[in-house]
């Protein structure tokens, strides 16, 4: 009799260990599954947006500025708007890495592309023209919507780096570049590599369809 108590929850230990397993994996699988939809839309969509951007700029005391900035962390330019979004029109786009060691998070805002919003909006605190900061506070909630949004593409991120193909001077061969700044010409194509806590993603790049070649 005892033996059968024993063998008895012996089996339930087993049994109960196996339906643990069991919820485990699955909570696993379904949480890789929705990193995975997360990343193929993050992706989708900034394919569509750097693909058709546009070679604006910003009229200053100093003349016009170019708008597109690139660097190794932090990336900006002007596109379109999605339709979904049910603007018209353009936007400024900034997309950058915020937070901290493996808790950075993949942030697009965007700025209504109109010349108000663009010199108004920095007096607001929302500064496109920023330098890169560790820190991230989501946006005031009583924001017009219309005129500037936050959105956050992925979390649980390490790094991201950026790097952009092209020529920035003439008579020299194109190739990859750490930064594109300052420069009448959009660079042919993007490069964007993110590593995450969980996983390391498969790299973007991206062809410019306005670029000069």
């Not at 005391?61 to 708008?67: I, M």
């Not at 924001?143 to 020299?172: A, C, F, M, T």
């Not at 010409?185 to 590593?195: A, C, D, F």
């Amino acid at each position: 009799m005892l033996i059968a108590l024993v063998l008895m929850s012996l089996i339930m230990v087993l049994l109960f260990s196996g339906l643990d397993l069991g919820r485990r994996s699955w909570h696993s699988t379904a949480e890789a599954t929705t990193r995975q939809s997360d990343q193929r839309l993050a992706f989708d969509y900034l394919k569509q947006s750097l693909g058709g951007m546009l070679n604006e700029r910003f009229d200053t005391e100093d003349g016009p500025e170019p708008l597109f900035y690139g660097d190794q962390k932090l990336l900006r330019w002007v596109a379109p708007t999605a339709s979904q979004a049910g603007l018209g029109g353009a936007s400024l786009f900034r997309l950058e890495l915020l937070g901290e060691a493996e808790q950075k998070v993949l942030l697009l805002k965007r700025w209504l592309y109109h010349p108000e919003v663009l010199e108004q909006e920095p007096e607001a605190g929302r500064d496109w023209r920023a330098a890169l900061s560790e820190v991230w506070q989501p946006a005031d909630q009583e924001v017009d919507p219309i005129r500037y949004s936050e959105h956050l593409l992925l979390p649980e991120l390490s790094d991201l780096q950026l790097s952009y193909y092209g020529s920035l001077q003439r008579g020299v061969p194109d190739e990859w570049h750490s930064e594109w700044q300052e420069s009448e010409k959009l660079p042919q194509m993007i490069r964007l590599v993110l590593r995450g806590k969980q996983q390391n993603y498969p790299p973007l790049t991206v062809m410019v369809r306005g670029a000069q070649r």
